[in-house]
Structure formats: structure tokens, C-alpha cells
């Protein structure tokens, strides 16, 4: 087989890595970058468990080829926040009890993340659409929606201060 | 849920991706935004061994409006078409139906070309295109030509275009007067149980001054609604004639069963979603 | 110290013990994208296996040819029936008493069946190998209906025990027949329905579906052959119960196998089973001496490991009159698929159907159940419930609306007068249960008048009339439900899994600065027991929770339990934690005595410490205590400060709740929408309500799915039609409502702290009250039940079939 030489920039960090343009790019990230907060859920795009954002767009990273993701910016879940500072998001959804077996948890904060960048105070209609591309079986989605709007809020009057 | 080998490609004009595919021939896909394609793939049933994908053309992503066209390319997203303040303005029913389409990931992926390209009846922009009675440009190695949108279409995954074509742009006039794309749907990212596309003008005398009516997965293609269209032309808008629109659409529909229910359950649902799609739209005129 | 200038009220607040809305502890590493679940486990030179699997519901295996799929670079064995067969492991025990194929042997039974599986260097190459493998089928007649299994043109699916007459629960009378379970007095309750002044009759479907957990179903094992050392990492509701599983069948000894649950991205009863995939991972690692991971996808999932439900449920019930019930009869015809691998304790063949009485006084009952086998896929789990529970709460809430509309009366009032009475409790069913607690007349007020359910019914009855005039095509639908859960299994003497009681255990250790780790027998799949478990301890020892850790799924450390379903944890393992606590507190106080120099009997405990009787001064706190205990030497007290606790409950625990929703329906597009949902739910004593009320968020959402869309459908030729996210129904944030809950509190009274569970109430009250509110709506235009899924197109059609679109 055919492995090519990709470089993908991950988290603001570049990565040197070699595999065959069949290769999606939920697998590159969690097996050889090892960058494994996206998940597979559904391998359908239905549930959003390996989202991720690419130049500014969330992005279902099982139907995605590594080597179409070549030269883009990507965030996962590890790029957001981590133990020296939280992303609010992170903090919201700790704080409201938005998540249970956190299997979804990385997509869906990672989708919030790109919802809140683009619509910033949403209502919560909007959050709920915004959100639809991410299956959670735990929560019944009440508290996600409500860790997203106190997100927004605080980094609304955040912003106003 | 892996995908067969292929060698991927990345050209980067258009006449060098119409060389690639002429070169490549069967054994080659184009691919777009690959929500249709790569999950074909992973379950093996599409196994091309090259990938031409289209993201590097630059040309092929542009929304314009000029003297009442509008130009799509063939790579613009669900995502940008909806962000497109140009084309809310020239064609808010894109919009209204870009919003409707899967679901907020797959619109930042999903592209215009890739959704009408494809052949596959779920598809909601077919029908679209054929409301606005759109022209799709299509290259291939004897040059550029063009097709309406209400010609493209044959069967299930068959269309006029040709297998070392590929579908560059969709262009079409702006529309005034009303609109409104309804779809009824099991939840977010399902395709159409039955879905409406409909245009509507109100003439200075109150009276339906022009129509247009495509559906959605109501058959093996999109189906324009030729009859209806012109028959409520010239007519007001009532309970009466939107019942003998209707009626006449339904004419025209073959859904089949499927996990959305059987067909006769569809013909009553696209029965109820056209009437909502003509309510909305003749108050919108 | 700090602690003398608080107050009790700030001593117990800093515990956060029970009834806290503690934060979860769980939820650091979860959102930063940190959790460990079985796929991210990746070792040196691990190999990955992939299924080659029967597209075929029912056929003969002629032929396997692997030897192009050798071929492939990578790949490093295909294994079929045949090289398991030397082993003993290409059949396996259910924990029904009955045993599944491994790889197909000779046959395939259902769409899916593992046929053979091939271990290759990576999933990519192991899937391209899979292409590979040839099998030759010779397809035979599928058995789709199980109403059809016992017809003399049925095909024979299980020919290994065709002939045999006994199963693993009695007499079969049909190769195709697994089981008949009785239970209750068939003659008095036949005898009751044939004297009785108003029958009602009904057959209530609940159809088959599937847990779907987020996260599908896998396993790492890894051989390590110089030490004799087996680890398996793996999606495991119940990993003490796997150890043992895999030690009888592999032959290497309980203490060489080592089991780890890592996080687990739900479970919902999909994780309670062991599957051909976890034994093919553990074969292929003794065989290869590396590491094997296998992990299924989407479609594997929803098409071959456990289905739940499928209970075909005739019913009849007896009323005077004036709607008191007289008795109650269901035969149930239970799908059970290829392999009798419903995950029940031993002796419950249908898990504690029989807890269908419901929450109401009915003096005479009969229930029989007949396992069938069809070609499906075999499980049968508990999917969010506790053993059929679901099925059964979904039967009565089902029969007493039918009942109610066979005596012209008002659902809820009906419900009212047959309700268990409050000083009924201990209260002794029909059907063999004895109930703990409960107050149902309460719960069930509370519900009415929380949602106004007069004016619901005011404005339902305004609605019908608006829509015979022809003024809208809209319905309005009501909901009601009233459930008892049955939960926390079990008593040994009633129940054990492969022989192993259904107890539970904690082992704690206190720290000698006084902090504690804390391990049990069960395992987390969301529940957030490191959160929740610590609170129960911190109440009992008097250290904050916040510093006590707990553990759980790993063998090699955790005291033997069986594990996370059925909403046991809370009941069982909960009520170990309080224990084992109890015993820590004892030798404590033996040790703070002797510390403020007084007898044993002169100390009392208060939140936190040990206080000298009429002396609140003098007193010792826990953690003063704890350090006393490694650093002095105490007269007659083994030094350190640990404790375990095996916990048999001596009785399940039956929380309850009342549940409506009020739905509005389309008649013309079968279109549903949820205009209001309320839960109260009883588990007794609550232990952290921010966890209580996300449980019964997520169970409704659940049941939700179940009652309006989510099904495991297969056509009549055996194919499943309903295998990937596509059609599989799962609700997002979109078609999902808002939901009130509220809360009565009835302690259990056997259970140490009173708790009794609550993660599944949701789920199995849930479904009723959504499939109510639909059948409710039509009720009016002359519909007495119609069967769930309530999708689009079956609401359209009970519409239709009423003449609601002439």
C-alpha cells in the first residue's frame, strides 16, 4: 500500500505523518496523533461524536479523508481548553451537568465552540438547531442546551467588560 | 466501515481536472463535499480507485448576482449559500431550503454540485433547481454546455450528465414574489418523507401571475410540476385551486415504500406538505 | 481547628454528602477530551480483528475459503468455527441458560451472525481481508414471525437441540419453543375473567429496539504468555461476571485474568452480554501473543450485539363496574431471537415480567410467557430497565387505559381507585413480589394538579369538537402513566447471573491523613458513581466527599460485584458503601474512645466525629481518628481503618412515579408534538437530585425514541431494515422537549440509606406515557389501542384506518 506524507496542523501544533489517502481522518487523529477526544459514535455522520473544526467550520471527521484536511487549521476538544485554563464551555457543561457518559461531550462542545463563534447570543431555538448534528443518549440535550447559553452569556459580558 | 484503496487527486484548475477525469475515466469520482460519496464508500459499494476531489479549483466556489442571475459554484457550501446575504436577497427560497438539508456539520461540507450532481432523489436542491428552473454548466473534454435542471434528471443516480463531465456551476434567475420550501422529515438529517418547493407571483390584479412547483423524493427523480405550475397561472389563490394544484401534483409523484412509511402514506403526506408550501408562499407574494 | 468554629449545619454542608447536587468529579477529564473508553486503548504492535458476517437471516455454511484473505499484507490469521472448535470456544454460554455460536457452526441464524474473524496488522487492512473471505451459503426459509414458529411448514432454526425436550427453564414443546414461564394462579384468574360483569381484551406489542448506547461494543485482550497473564480491557456492564465467564471457558485460572471496564460511553443494557467479539479478541491474543483490539460498528451494533423488548403481550383484565380490578391475565410471546441470550437473573426466564400488576391492587393475576426463536438477532436485554420491567409497566399502563375505555371512565380516576394504598406497604402482589414503599395517591395528585389535568381535559374535549366541526386537523393528546419499578437485583436466594448472587460489595480504606479510596463491584457508564458513591460515604464516615476516590472496574482491584444494570448500583452496591461504612465507623468509635479516654458506649457520632456524651466539647473527629489508627497503638484495635462490605439485599427496592404528556398531533402528516412533559419520580431516599434529575432527563429522551420512532424492524424475508443512524431513530437537541420533573420521597425502608434507584424509572415510565398520549388523542374517534412506534406514518395510518381523512 500507498502511504503518503501529510501534514496536518492540529491544535496549532503541526504534525508530520504518513498514511493512505483512503485513511479518514477521525482514524489519523486518535491513532497516530493520538488526539483522542473526538470519538466514533456512528461512522454514518449522523451523530457528531468525532466533530471537529476545520478553518472555521465544524466538521464530521469521519467522513472527511485525512489528506483533504491537508493545509487547514484544526481543533479538536484537546485544543479548546485544558487543566491550566477551561474553556467556558468546558466549565458550563461541568458546572450544569451537560454531559453523563461524556462519549459525546468532545463533538459537542466542540460544535457549541464554532455555534457560539458565529452566533453568539443565541436564543435557545437556535442553540438546539445549531446543536442538531450531535446525537447524546444520556442527557436528553436540557442540560447541554442550558450549559450553552450560560456559556454565551458569560462570554458576552465577558467581552462587555 | 472502511473504504477500498484509492489514489487521491487534487488538481487544480478545471481544464486539469476535466484532463484527470478523461485520463482516469470509469475507474474515477469526483468528489465534493463527500457526504454522499465517502459514506457510499465505506460501506464498499462505491469503489473508485481515483478520487478527483474539486476543493483547490478556486473558481468553482463563488456565489454571484448579476442583471438577475444568479451564479452559484459548483463548490459553494449549504453553509455559505446560507450565509449569502446576495442571494437571501436574490433567492431566499436557497435558503429557506439550504436549511433543511442534513444537518449543521454536513451544510459546512455538503456542496450545491455534489447535491444536485449526484442523482440521488433524496436530495432536496434537485427539485429546488427545477422550481427555478436553473441551468447546470457542465465540462468535459468536448467543452462546456449546459443543461436546465428540469432535463438533467433520468432515474435514481442517472442523469444527462456524462461520466467524464463534471457539473461546475448552477445558474438561475433571481426570484421576486412568493416562496417557500416545506419538508416533512422524521428528525434532523433525515431526507424528505415529501418535500415542496414552490414560487408564487401575485399580479397587480391580485391573480397568480407565475408558478413553479418541484417535489422531493416523491420518485426515482425530482419531479416538476408542469401542469399545476401553469394552471395557476392567471387563476387567484384559493381553498379550490390549491386543492386542483395539488390534486394535479400528485398526479405526477411514484414515491415507494421505505422506512418512512408506504407510498400511499406519502402521497398524503406531499399532499399536505405542498399545501403548506403554496399557503406560505402565496402569503409571501 | 478549623472545624470547632463551624456550626452542624456547615459541618454537614462541607461533607456534601446526601441529598448534595454535588458537581460531578467524572466531568475534568470528560470535557477536556480525556477519557479513556476502550478505542482509545492502543498498545505496542496491537492487532485489530473485524468480522466477516452472514448477509444471509438463515442458511447453511457450505464452505469458507480464507486463502485470498490470507494473502492480503497484514494480515495474520482468519480464525473460523473450526479452529475454535479444538478449544471448546466456538460456541459460548448465555447467560440464559443457553449457548450462542462464537463463528457460525455449520449455519447461520441471523443477518449479521460473526462467521469468521480476521486479525490483521490495522482495521484497514483487516477490513480489506474481510472482503476476501468467501463463504459458500445455502440459504434456507427464514422464520421472521415468531406466530409462525410452531406451524408444521416452520423451518427448524436450532438444529444442535431440535430434538432436545428440556431447556434450560423446562419442558420445550416445539424445536422452536425455548420456554413456558408461569407465574400467579391461572385457574382463579381464568375463573375471575369468565364471571366477571366488564373484561377488557388486548394484545399490547412492544416491539423490538435496540440500547444504542453512544459508544458501541469492544474489548483490547492481551496475552501476556510469559507471566500466564490475560488482560482484557472491554465495554463491560459487569466485569467480574466477564472474569469469570472468560475463566471457565478459556481454562486460564480466575487470578490470571485481569478485567477493566475503562470509562464506558453508556450502556444502557447493550454492555451486560458477552459477544463472539470479545472471545474471538481473547483467542486471536493467546493465538498471536500480541495485543488484540476489536470494536464493532454502528451497523454491527444495532444488527448483532443485544436487541431489547420484542414482547408480544395479550392481555385481559377484570373490572366491577365501577372500575375495581378484579384480575389480571397476559400471555406473552417473547421474540427472542437465534440464541436464548437474554441477559436475566437465572431463574427469571422473562426477567420480573411479572412485576405487571403495575402500581395497583389486583387481588388475582396470571401470567405465562413463551420464549420463541426466530432468525434474529438474539439478546433481550434490559434496555435502560430493569429485566422487562419496561415491557411490563408498559402492558398495565396500556390495559388500564383500555380498561377505562371499556368502562367509559376517566383514566386517572381509574388508576386512583385500584392504587396500592400507602398503608398496604409491605404490600404483597398477585405475582409474587412483596413492594417496599410507596405512596402512590400522593405522587399521583401531585402529577394531576401540577399540570392541571382538569383543564387538560376541558380543553381535549374543546379540541374534539373544534375538530368535528372541521375547524382543525390537530388532536390533543394526554398521557398518562403511573409505574412501579422493581430494581436492585437481587436477594441471592431469588437471583444470580451464571450462578453467581446478585450481591454487591465496597471496600474501603481510610488514608491515614483522612482521606479515603473507596472500590465496588459495579461500574459507571454515565451514572457518575464517583460522584454520587462518595456522598453516600462521606454521610456515613463524615469525610467530605471530595476527598474520598472511588473506583471501580478493574478486577484485579475491586471487591467481586455483578456490575451496572437494572438499576442495581443505588440499591445493591450503594447499600454495600453504606455498610462497609458502618464498619468503619464502628472500630472508629472504639478508637475516639479510647483516644478522649471514656467507654465505647459514652461517645456518640455527630456528622463528622465522635462526642462525649454531655461533653460537646470533647469529641474526635473522623479524620483525627483515622490518623490515630496508623500511628498509635490502640489496645485491642488492629491498627489502620479499612472495611468491607458484601451487601445481599434482603428485598428489591420499587420506586415509582407519575408521568403525563400532553401531545399535539397532526392527523394528516402522523406529525407529533410534545407540548408538555412532567415526571415525579419517588426513588426514595435522593442521594445527589442534580444526577437524579439528569437520569430522568436522558430515560425520557429515551423512551421517547422507543415510543415515537426507534425500532430494530426486519422484513419478511429476515433483513434488518433499520441497521445504521439513518433509520435507527435517535431524537437531537431538535425534536427533544424540555421537561419538568418533581419528586416525592418514600425511603425504601430495608435499604440502609433508603434509596432506591432511579436511572431507568424514566425509560420504563416514559414510554407508556408518550404511547398514552397518542393512543389517548384518538380515543374520541373510536380507537381502543393502536401499537408503537408512534412515526409519522403509523400515526397517519391509526388516522386512517379511523376514517379521519374522508
Given at each position: 500500500m500507498t502511504k503518503t506524507s501529510i501534514t496536518l496542523n492540529v491544535n496549532g501544533q503541526t504534525h508530520e505523518t504518513k498514511a493512505e489517502p483512503r485513511e479518514l481522518l477521525i482514524h489519523v487523529l486518535r491513532e497516530q496523533l493520538e488526539i483522542t477526544g473526538p470519538h466514533i459514535g456512528c461512522e454514518t455522520s449522523h451523530c457528531g461524536a468525532c466533530t471537529v473544526d476545520i478553518d472555521g467550520r465544524s466538521v464530521k471527521s469521519c467522513t472527511l479523508f485525512a489528506i483533504q484536511a491537508q493545509g487547514s487549521e484544526i481543533t479538536t476538544i484537546e485544543g479548546l481548553g485544558g487543566p491550566d485554563k477551561l474553556h467556558v464551555l468546558q466549565e458550563k457543561f461541568k458546572e450544569h451537568h451537560g454531559l453523563q457518559c461524556g462519549f459525546c461531550t468532545p463533538g459537542m462542545i466542540t460544535r457549541a465552540h464554532r455555534l457560539l463563534e458565529e452566533n453568539p447570543d443565541p436564543t435557545e431555538q437556535e442553540v438546539r438547531f445549531g446543536l442538531s448534528g450531535n446525537l447524546c443518549r444520556c442527557t436528553g440535550y436540557q442540560n447541554i442546551v442550558k450549559a450553552v447559553m450560560a456559556a454565551a452569556s458569560e462570554l458576552n459580558q465577558t467581552e462587555v467588560a | 466501515m472502511i473504504p477500498g484503496r484509492f489514489d487521491y487527486h487534487q488538481p487544480e484548475s478545471l481544464a486539469a481536472a476535466v484532463t484527470l477525469l478523461s485520463e482516469l475515466g470509469d475507474d474515477a469520482r469526483v468528489i465534493a463535499g463527500g457526504h454522499s460519496l465517502i459514506p457510499m464508500m465505506k460501506l464498499r459499494l462505491a469503489m473508485p480507485e481515483h478520487l478527483i476531489d474539486l476543493k483547490a479549483i478556486g473558481d468553482l466556489k463563488h456565489i454571484t448576482v448579476a442583471d438577475g442571475v444568479v451564479s452559484i459554484g459548483a463548490m459553494t457550501t449549504q453553509a455559505e449559500l446560507i450565509g449569502s446575504a446576495a442571494l437571501a436577497d436574490a433567492a431566499p427560497i436557497v435558503k429557506e431550503t439550504a436549511l433543511q438539508i442534513a444537518d449543521p456539520q454536513i451544510r459546512y461540507q455538503g456542496t450545491i454540485g455534489g447535491n444536485v450532481a449526484n442523482g440521488d432523489p433524496g436530495n432536496d436542491m434537485p427539485a429546488l433547481m427545477q422550481c427555478l428552473d436553473a441551468s447546470f454548466t457542465l465540462s468535459g473534454p468536448n467543452g462546456q454546455r449546459e443543461v436546465r435542471a428540469r432535463e438533467f434528471y433520468e432515474a435514481a443516480y442517472f442523469t444527462t450528465r456524462d461520466d467524464l463531465e463534471i457539473l461546475t456551476r448552477v445558474t438561475f434567475a433571481a426570484h421576486g414574489g412568493g416562496y417557500a420550501y416545506e419538508k416533512q422529515k422524521r428528525k434532523i438529517g433525515d431526507y424528505a418523507t415529501a418535500a415542496a418547493a414552490v414560487l408564487l407571483s401575485k399580479g397587480a390584479d391580485g391573480a397568480c401571475s407565475s408558478a413553479s412547483i418541484a417535489m422531493t423524493n416523491l420518485a426515482d427523480t425530482p419531479i416538476y410540476c408542469e401542469e399545476a405550475s401553469s394552471a395557476m397561472i392567471g387563476a387567484g389563490i384559493d381553498a379550490t385551486s390549491i386543492e386542483t394544484a395539488v390534486k394535479s401534483c400528485l398526479e405526477c409523484i411514484e414515491p415507494v415504500d421505505d422506512n418512512r412509511g408506504p407510498a400511499e402514506f406519502k402521497k398524503h403526506a406531499a399532499g399536505m406538505v405542498l399545501k403548506r408550501a403554496i399557503d406560505s408562499a402565496w402569503s409571501r407574494a | 481547628m478549623n472545624a470547632e468554629a463551624k456550626t452542624i449545619e456547615e459541618r454537614q454542608a462541607a461533607l456534601k454528602g446526601l441529598g448534595t447536587s454535588r458537581k460531578r468529579v467524572e466531568d475534568a477529564r470528560f470535557t477536556q477530551g480525556k477519557g479513556n473508553y476502550v478505542d482509545d486503548i492502543k498498545m505496542p504492535d496491537m492487532l485489530f480483528g473485524d468480522f466477516v458476517r452472514s448477509q444471509h437471516p438463515h442458511a447453511y455454511v457450505k464452505s469458507i475459503d480464507t486463502s485470498a484473505a490470507l494473502e492480503v499484507p497484514g494480515v495474520i490469521a482468519v480464525l473460523t468455527a473450526k479452529d475454535l472448535e479444538p478449544l471448546g470456544l466456538h460456541w459460548m454460554p448465555t447467560l440464559a441458560g443457553d449457548k450462542q455460536m462464537v463463528l457460525a457452526d455449520g449455519k447461520v441464524l441471523f443477518q449479521g451472525q460473526e462467521v469468521a474473524f480476521v486479525i490483521a496488522e490495522d482495521r484497514y487492512i483487516a477490513a480489506d481481508a474481510v472482503d476476501l473471505v468467501k463463504v459458500e451459503y445455502e440459504p434456507l426459509q427464514p422464520l421472521v414471525d415468531p406466530f409462525k414458529a410452531e406451524l408444521p411448514d416452520a423451518p427448524i432454526l436450532r438444529e444442535d437441540i431440535a430434538d432436545a425436550k428440556e431447556g434450560a427453564h423446562g419442558a420445550r414443546r416445539h424445536p422452536n419453543h425455548i420456554f413456558t414461564w408461569e407465574q400467579g394462579d391461572k385457574d382463579a384468574t381464568e375463573s375471575i375473567l369468565s364471571s366477571a360483569p366488564v373484561v377488557a381484551e388486548e394484545m399490547v406489542y412492544y416491539h423490538r429496539t435496540h440500547p444504542c448506547p453512544l459508544e458501541t461494543c469492544g474489548a483490547v485482550a492481551s496475552m501476556d504468555k510469559v507471566n500466564g497473564k490475560l488482560t482484557l480491557w472491554g465495554t463491560f456492564q459487569a466485569p467480574h461476571v466477564v472474569r469469570t465467564v472468560a475463566s471457565l471457558l478459556s481454562g486460564i485460572a480466575e487470578h490470571n485474568i485481569r478485567v477493566v471496564s475503562p470509562d464506558i460511553g453508556g450502556g444502557f443494557g447493550n454492555k451486560v452480554g458477552v459477544y463472539p467479539g470479545y472471545v474471538c479478541a481473547i483467542v486471536a491474543s493467546i493465538v498471536t501473543g500480541k495485543p488484540v483490539k476489536w470494536v464493532e460498528d454502528r451497523m454491527e451494533n444495532l444488527s448483532s450485539t443485544a436487541f431489547a423488548r420484542d414482547y408480544w403481550m395479550q392481555g385481559k383484565i377484570a373490572a366491577t363496574p365501577e372500575g375495581k380490578i378484579l384480575g389480571l391475565w397476559c400471555h406473552t410471546t417473547a421474540d427472542h431471537g437465534a440464541f436464548d441470550a437474554c441477559a436475566d437473573p437465572t431463574k427469571y426466564p422473562a426477567g420480573f415480567m411479572n412485576i405487571c400488576t403495575g402500581s395497583y391492587d389486583i387481588p388475582t393475576a396470571y401470567l405465562a410467557v413463551d420464549g420463541i426463536y426466530t432468525n434474529k438477532a438474539p439478546g433481550g436485554v434490559a434496555y435502560r430497565c430493569s429485566f422487562r420491567v419496561t415491557e411490563a409497566a408498559y402492558f398495565i399502563e396500556r390495559m388500564v387505559e383500555v380498561l377505562a375505555i371499556k368502562l367509559n371512565m376517566d383514566a386517572a380516576e381509574l388508576r386512583r381507585i385500584n392504587f396500592i394504598k400507602k398503608e398496604q406497604f409491605p404490600y404483597q402482589s398477585a405475582l409474587g413480589w412483596e413492594y417496599d414503599s410507596g405512596d402512590y395517591h400522593t405522587a399521583w395528585d401531585k402529577a394531576l394538579a401540577a399540570v392541571n389535568y382538569k383543564g387538560l381535559r376541558e380543553e381535549q374535549a374543546k379540541q374534539v369538537q373544534a375538530f368535528k366541526a372541521g375547524e382543525t386537523r390537530t388532536l390533543m393528546g394526554i398521557g398518562l402513566c403511573h409505574f412501579t419499578e422493581i430494581v436492585g437485583a437481587g436477594p441471592v436466594k431469588n437471583c444470580d447471573l451464571l450462578g453467581m448472587g446478585m450481591f454487591d460489595s465496597c471496600e474501603i480504606r481510610i488514608h491515614p491523613t483522612g482521606s479515603a479510596i473507596a472500590r465496588l463491584g459495579t461500574i459507571s457508564q454515565g451514572q457518575g458513581h464517583a460522584t454520587t458513591f462518595a456522598q453516600i460515604l462521606a454521610s456515613e464516615i463524615g469525610i467530605s466527599a471530595d476527598d474520598i476516590t472511588i473506583e471501580e472496574g478493574d478486577t484485579d482491584t475491586a471487591p467481586y460485584g455483578l456490575g451496572t444494570y437494572g438499576s442495581r448500583s443505588t440499591p445493591v452496591a450503594g447499600a454495600a458503601t453504606a455498610m462497609a461504612g458502618r464498619k468503619i465507623r464502628a472500630k472508629a468509635q472504639m478508637i475516639a474512645a479510647y483516644l478522649l479516654e471514656v467507654h465505647d458506649n459514652d461517645v456518640e457520632w455527630e456528622v463528622d466525629r465522635f462526642v462525649v456524651k454531655g461533653a460537646p466539647e470533647r469529641f474526635k473527629t473522623m479524620k483525627e481518628v483515622a490518623f490515630a489508627s496508623y500511628t498509635q497503638a490502640i489496645p485491642g484495635v488492629e491498627p489502620g481503618l479499612e472495611a468491607v462490605s458484601y451487601y445481599d439485599p434482603p428485598n428489591m427496592t420499587y420506586p415509582f412515579g407519575a408521568y403525563i404528556c400532553v401531545m399535539d398531533i397532526n392527523v394528516d402528516t402522523g406529525e407529533t408534538d410534545i407540548r408538555q412533559f412532567y415526571a415525579l419520580d419517588d426513588c426514595?431516599?435522593?442521594?445527589n437530585p442534580m444526577i437524579i434529575e439528569g437520569q430522568v432527563h436522558g430515560g425520557l429522551t429515551e423512551a421517547l425514541a422507543i415510543a415515537l420512532g426507534q425500532e430494530i424492524a426486519y422484513d419478511e424475508l429476515g433483513n434488518i431494515k433499520t441497521g445504521s443512524l439513518m433509520d435507527f431513530f435517535i431524537p437531537t437537541s431538535w425534536e427533544t422537549p424540555d421537561y419538568v420533573t418533581d419528586f416525592t420521597e418514600t425511603p425504601s425502608p430495608h435499604h440502609p440509606i433508603g434509596a432506591k434507584g432511579v436511572g431507568e424509572s424514566p425509560n420504563v415510565g416514559g414510554v407508556p406515557a408518550f404511547s398514552n398520549a397518542i393512543n389517548d388523542a384518538f380515543k374520541a374517534f373510536g380507537l381502543t389501542h393502536t401499537h408503537m412506534p408512534h412515526d409519522h406514518w403509523r400515526v397517519w395510518k391509526t388516522a386512517n384506518d379511523l376514517g379521519m381523512h374522508a
Open positions: - | - | 426514595g431516599t435522593r442521594i
